[in-house]
């Protein structure tokens, strides 16, 4: 038995941190935090010291044993977690829940997993810093007292199933006021005049007016002036420039390159980064800091010059902007510059060698311009037209790298040809175009990763949950906005004749852009009415600096809870007792067979219209939203048509035909067969003939194009892209295959492999029991019986549980009957809601 155990957070860094370790250290994972607040009650004592009531989940318990074990066997454990404050945490519990004693527990740190760097941890260890831990305590107990109070008003005021967050909430409001900022903005027109210019030998450059002309009269003006007119040269400047390279990554800089040059989300950034560091390649990718360490900057300096050249290098030293940078002292760089890649999975070499190149250029020389400016005369006296040009004298640093820009308006300078102050000109042509002012961006995930860190909101940890969190939640998704086509007018002077043109263009495409959905829009409009002060800006930023004072040791965190849930507490009593529930609701006008109000708003089952109000005898009629109405966009004449659907058509082979909305997007039902109509397409305009054309084409796909053991075969395209059917089983075809030829030996070769998949992905099987335990995605596995899926996590063999351990985690999981029961008298409910946690001993 090993003398010593070190405790780390995750498999895959336990297996790199071991090789670096003889025969007397034992390398175990704890599988992230071991101890969190129980999930289905408040678990905070908020009539006392605000003790948190922590507690080990019932997939952690094997864990905990097998840690406890291993613990009691050895002379000295080393709890070796991350070295920010949620890695101190699991330290803190692994400390209590382990029962160790400080004469034989060490607490180590490291911001990469080098073996130079796990030995200097091992010789320097330290105690755990209850400071750290307490500013994870402050964070969680906070944001638990938010969401736990603020969701049960948000279901009974808005709609079920919701919830509120410290962060989350807002970033969802800095989303939902862009998009007021987008929908409500007036395009303004001007009239921007371009020219082409020739030298006497024969070399184009472009050029244009400094400032735009206002109307379409005066660009006319201008160039009925310029009719006949000769150009020259009128000054001409040069002057030096350098441009400097971008510190190294922190945290956030990463999140915003990565979307910016991978398309990467932002949480598909950290999945990424997480796996290059526990593979030992990259340093801790949680950091606020841009500083390298001396080792790094040696490294980068030997790595420069001997594949650049000496004058390509130069040491700098950053200073970051971050107020509260947290524990992580340095900025994520390779742990080896010697390496310009890895030998990864494809998006992991990818975002390794954007490390790299962001390290390296961070220690290299500046690039040496040469910039251009020339001012070009017009023999009409008109305003002078002007461009702008640079060199490029040495490349410095943007030999590997130039960051990136969120600013989709920027215009990049060229070269321009060799000129001279009186240097006549050939003019080719000068066109006025008339350009509008655009409303601002939509956020992007890095863009608002970027005003998050500005504003001070969140840390480095928070930003990939929260993004993540608001979409899955469907209060943001990722816009779908096509554009729509708008005309523009376009002057131009060639061959001294003036031509008016009227072409189009396609604006407000934003796809991929972050856009609140109804849902979204109400929730928060709720949440800034009734709690103005949780979601302001100032409040969030100010609990975070408060965060860094308590893991400064500069203030008590409890105190911090008792000052925020005095006023907090009462605050949301009132407003689940006075607010009114009709959020969000939209009057569009009356209701021409009733005289009934007609209005929008958010009902149980998403945005609706509705013909009445509750206070009626007759009960009010409801219309779901179609998938591209919102409750602010959707029309009255909009709205009415909703209550024309379901629409009959008539009969085709003998079976029925209609047109409706759904869930999904407008449809024609066939029988039972539903068919969705094209994109865009309004279910008001569709008639019989046209159904008829679409219930073919589902025919035609849906028919069979081969048996296959007396079962039919069927081909189609979805939304991981092209597939057979057989047997319920639906069979990804790559492309090793012509899907559109498929042989008979290939629809054979692809359900027998499928089959086989399916086989060896059972782990076991009890069919007397309907029971199946199978593999599951990233190395965990399911427990299934029926439509129940139990996620067992990593750490369970789940090819070593017994039929008796396996009905523990069913009937742990299956929901249970009582449950289902409506009618429970209140009076059992009421003390439930009054109980507080017990204390933590």
Do not use: C
């Amino acid at each position: 038995m090993a003398k010593n155990l070190v405790i780390v957070e995750s498999p895959a860094k336990a297996k790199t941190i071991e090789k670096f370790l003889g025969s007397d250290y034992k390398v175990e994972s704890s599988f992230g935090h071991i101890a969190d607040l129980p999930s289905k009650e408040l678990g905070v004592d908020v009539d006392g010291d605000f003790t948190p009531k922590y507690k080990v989940s019932d997939d952690k318990k094997k864990v905990v044993r097998n840690l406890k074990s291993l613990a009691n066997k050895a002379e000295m454990v080393w709890l070796a977690s991350d070295e920010d404050r949620e890695g101190e945490a699991i330290a803190w519990h692994l400390e209590q829940e382990l029962g160790l004693t400080p004469d034989r527990t060490k607490r180590i740190v490291f911001h990469e997993i080098t073996k130079t760097a796990i030995l200097r941890a091992i010789e320097n260890p330290r105690k755990i810093d209850y400071d750290l831990v307490n500013a994870q305590q402050a964070r969680r107990v906070l944001d638990r007292l938010v969401g736990y109070e603020l969701s049960p008003v948000l279901w009974r005021k808005v709609k079920g199933g919701l919830s509120a967050g410290r962060v989350q909430s807002v970033s969802v409001r800095l989303i939902v006021e862009r998009e007021r900022e987008v929908l409500g903005f007036e395009p303004k027109a001007s009239y921007r005049v371009d020219a082409e210019f020739t030298t006497q030998d024969g070399k184009s450059f472009k050029a244009k007016l400094p400032k735009n002309i206002t109307t379409k009269k005066q660009a006319k003006a201008f160039l009925e002036k310029n009719l006949s007119a000769t150009f020259k040269v009128d000054a001409l400047t040069k002057k030096p420039a350098k441009k400097s390279p971008a510190p190294p990554f922190t945290t956030s800089t990463l999140q915003q390159e990565a979307s910016r040059k991978l398309y990467f989300s932002v949480s598909k950034t950290m999945t990424m980064a997480q796996r290059l560091y526990e593979a030992g390649h990259i340093t801790y990718m949680r950091t606020d800091s841009v500083n390298l360490s001396k080792d790094a900057k040696a490294g980068a300096e030997a790595e420069i010059v001997a594949a650049y050249g000496k004058e390509f290098h130069k040491e700098r030293n950053y200073k970051g902007k971050s107020k509260g940078a947290q524990e992580a002292h340095e900025a994520i760089r390779p742990t080896d510059f010697s390496k310009h890649s890895v030998n990864m999975d494809r998006d992991q070499i990818r975002l390794y060698e954007l490390i790299w190149k962001r390290a390296i250029a961070s220690q290299m020389s500046e690039a040496q311009l040469e910039r251009t400016n020339v001012q070009i005369a017009s023999s009409a006296g008109t305003d002078n037209f002007t461009a702008n040009g640079e060199i490029l004298k040495f490349e410095g640093f943007l030999k590997v790298y130039l960051e990136g820009s969120d600013d989709e308006d920027v215009e990049e300078t060229g070269l321009l040809p060799d000129l001279k102050t009186g240097e006549a000109l050939l003019n080719k042509y000068i066109t006025a175009t008339e350009r509008f002012t655009r409303p601002p961006y939509r956020y992007t995930e890095a863009s608002l990763v970027k005003k998050l860190e500005e504003l001070g909101i969140g840390r480095p940890s928070t930003y990939a949950p929260t993004i993540t969190t608001i979409q899955n939640r469907k209060y943001v998704e990722k816009g779908t906005v096509e554009g729509k086509e708008r005309s523009y007018d376009v002057l131009s002077l060639e061959n001294n004749e003036i031509k008016d043109r009227t072409l189009t263009e396609t604006v407000g495409s934003d796809k991929g852009k972050l856009v609140p959905t109804d849902v979204g829009m109400v929730v928060n409009d709720f949440l800034v009415q009734h709690f103005e002060n949780i979601l302001d800006y100032n409040f969030t930023a100010k609990v975070e600096a408060d965060f860094d004072d308590i893991a400064e040791g500069k203030q008590e965190w409890t105190k911090m809870m008792k000052d925020f849930y005095k006023d907090f507490h009462p605050h949301v009593k009132d407003v689940e007792k006075n607010a009114e529930r009709e959020v969000g609701e939209r009057i569009l006008g009356e209701d021409p067979a009733t005289g009934k109000p007609v209005s929008v708003r958010l009902g149980k089952f998403g945005p609706m219209v509705q013909i009445g109000s509750v206070e009626d005898e007759e009960k009010p009629r409801f219309a779901s939203l179609g998938p591209d109405q919102t409750l602010s966009n959707i029309t009255y004449e909009q709205a009415m048509d909703l209550f024309k659907l379901p629409k009959d058509l008539g009969m085709f082979e003998e079976e029925e035909v209609s047109v409706n909305n759904g869930r999904f997007g407008p449809y024609v039902k066939f029988g039972k067969t539903f068919v969705s109509l094209p994109k865009g397409r309004d279910p008001m305009d569709v008639d019989l003939d046209e159904a008829i054309v679409y219930i073919k084409e589902k025919q035609k796909a849906d028919a069979p194009i081969y048996m296959y053991e007396d079962l039919p075969v069927q081909k189609g395209t979805g939304r991981f892209g092209p597939y057979i059917k057989w047997n319920g089983m639906f069979i990804n075809v790559n492309k090793k295959y012509d899907f559109d030829n498929l042989s008979d030996e290939d629809i054979v070769e692809l359900i027998e492999v499928k089959k086989q998949k399916e086989i060896d992905k059972v782990l076991q099987d009890f069919p007397e029991e309907g029971i199946r335990v199978e593999k599951a995605r990233w190395g965990r596995s399911n427990i299934i019986k029926g439509k129940l899926k139990i996620e067992l996590s990593k750490d369970i063999d789940a090819a070593a549980l017994s039929l008796d351990e396996i009905k523990d985690y069913i009937e742990k999981k299956a929901p249970k009957k009582k449950a289902a029961k409506k009618k429970a008298p209140a009076k059992k409910k009421a003390p439930a809601k009054k109980k507080t946690t017990a204390k933590k001993k």
